[in-house]
């Protein structure tokens, strides 16, 4: 649980920094990056907490 809090948090804190970078320098391909690693994110959240509601279900 520890580690995939970990991981969820750096996951944001790298989109959030490819945004950031995306202002900064107004260069697309980090507005892209950002977007793609927000969306990996979310996937692999959703899968966890699908995961975690079928072991509390079952």
């Known amino acids: ?3 995939f ?3 969820m948090f750096a996951l ?3 989109c959030a920094l490819c945004f950031a970078f995306y ?3 107004g260069r697309k ?3 892209r990056w950002g977007l ?3 969306k990996w994110t979310v996937i692999a959240a959703l ?3 699908a995961v975690l509601l079928l072991s509390r279900v079952g």
Do not use: D, N
Request: glycine share 14%; net charge positive.
């Open 1 to 3: 649980m520890f580690l």
């Open 5 to 7: 809090r970990f991981l």
């Open 12 to 14: 944001l804190g790298a």
């Open 23 to 25: 202002l900064g320098t």
């Open 29 to 31: 391909h980090y507005l």
């Open 36 to 38: 793609v690693v927000l």
């Open 47 to 49: 899968g966890f907490f």
